[in-house]
């Protein structure tokens, strides 16, 4: 054995009692984990300016000058009537088939896709939370009509119902909300229903009823904050699909209706002149792609911090690696002192 | 388990009238369902099978018996936690069987389990002053700094930092965790404490800890046990008063001295003999009944005695007449014994054991 296997050791155990003392719940370590895991705190660097570049819509459309709706035929529109190109008359990535600044919009498109995806998913993890805990707690007739409308939910076919849909309503917001809701949660009330079938057999369960604690207590306080790991990471994985939910069916014709700009909608417009304004076309997509693959890494990134078996995969942290080598080199020297002393 | 770490519970020959619950002939079947679509019931298990019994207050009754023997499913009935399916309790008089939930919340302010496994029955993602004060949150006795302070009253009580109420069971060791159960069942001062094996799954140093807790805990509050084990060692310490259940009956009743040291039913001289001895030379003295074959299945009980098809005194009456559970070879009236040939004193069943010799 060398010295500095020695050398390493000997620090290892300088620094183990700073580190042991102070208790830890699962919250925390999955904050630190997640901390020391670089893709996805860069995940959140990139949601933020997303959410930055959503607030900041009106600012940005008073700095150009170009309101939302504001269509510019004079100076937003080429001799032909095509948008113009990025630089052009001060519309920083050009403009659309009306003239109408394609930044303001995306911007503003941003504040209706973010809400969209963060308030469906939230109904939708209310919704199937709820009824996931029901159907796995209360079992019997309860849980076989819960699981069949579950079943149901998710065999329909969902372009099918927001066509017909659009067709009988006008296209609105509340529409587009409600049926990426409906088509969300049934998802998560699968998932919230088998970890509850598991956690219910549990002998906490049982010593909560011995205490006289009821139903519904059981289901949200015993068996919902061991569940909240899991439902975690699906909320942020239900996100972008939310988003892109909401940009397919406006896409479709059937989401947000114009003129109100969603990123969906301003794709659906483009899809006739990508051929002579690609910026009409790459400037949307590319804020719904980083959007979903921000949204998409973090959900990722929550799931291995929630698990403590990956601790030691974290690719890129410098703490980890450090900690790993430290690790590796005590178990390589343990042996070795023993049978020297 | 070490003898001489564990306080000697006081006991009494005579357990008088003051009996806090009694169970009459109580029965619990779980259906056996068959495949298909239309679920029928093909069968039960005759998890326990008309137990009658009855707790004396401010004392303890050890349940003793094999895995299976039904013992859990008994006190879970009892603490109304799985609805019996015929027969009753009573707990002070008053029926308790499968009351509904809001009508049998009194009760279980009386009626508090101790549980087994202290990994399993402490919910990880609650913190241990949440937990010790949930009984108080379900039942809103105490609210705020009263409940902190209650909660960390009990802690103390029961041997536990009370600073460590912020702390999540993980951080607590399994002596540890089972005290934070402990402190949990004392919340509300019941009457009567359901031990389910409280310290079987404990280190046996740990185990005495945890029992001269459990003796202190009575004596402070005149408290009940109804004390479940397999280990006769730990039944011996803490009763006074030792029921045997095999397959869903009761083979043995009575006082604990009389049970252990005149057992009459060859099943409870068998599970006497199998209990690994402190002292060794009392170890090699004595002579082991090994019983021979498997428990047998609770779906379709021998016929008669359910114990005949092992007992190494079974004769022909044993497979066809029921025994009835009633005092045997002059033994006192608090003595009960289900066997037609019951155990005389100075017999030795060892030899007894191969069935070929009989």
Known sequence: MSITELEFQAKAVESAPEQAIEGRSQWNLTWRRLRADRVAVGSVGVILLVITFAIIAPLIASLTGHGVDQAFPATGLDVNGSPVAPGTHGFIIGTDDIGRDLLVRIAYGAQISLFVGIVTTAMATAAGVSIGLMAGYFGGVVDAVLARVIDAALAFPFIVLALALAAVFHPSLNIVIGVITFFSWAGISRIVRGQTLSLKEKEYIEAARSLGAGPWRIMFIDILPNLLGPVLVLATLYIPTAVTFEATLSFLGIG??????????????????????????????AALLITTLAFNLLGDGIRDAMDPRTERIFAGSAAARKGRRRRGAAAAAEPAVSQGS | MSDTSVQPFPTEESLGDDVLVRVDNLVKYFPVRGGGLIRRTVANVQAVDGVSLAIPRGKTLGLVGETGCGKSTLARCIAGLIPATSGKVYFEGKDITNLPRRAMQPYRREIQMIFQDPYGSLNPRRRVGAIIGEPYAIHKTATGAERKKAVQDLMARVGLNPEHFNRFPAEFSGGQRQRIGVARALALRPKLI???????????????????????LQADFGLSYLFIAHDLEVVRHVSDKVTVMYLGRIAETGPGNSIYDHSRHPYTAALLSAAPAADPDSAAARQRIILTGDVPSPIHPPSGCRFHPRCPKAQELCSQEEPALEPRAGDPASHLTACHFPVEAGEILARAGRRESR
């Open chain 1, 256 to 285: 947000i209706p114009e003129p109100a700009p969603s990123w969906g909608n301003i794709l659906g417009e483009a899809q006739s002149y990508y051929q002579i304004a690609w910026w009409y076309v790459v400037f949307p997509a």
């Open chain 2, 194 to 216: 359901i031990c389910d094996e409280p310290v079987s799954a404990l280190d046996v140093s740990i185990q005495a800890q945890v029992l001269n807790l459990l003796a202190d």
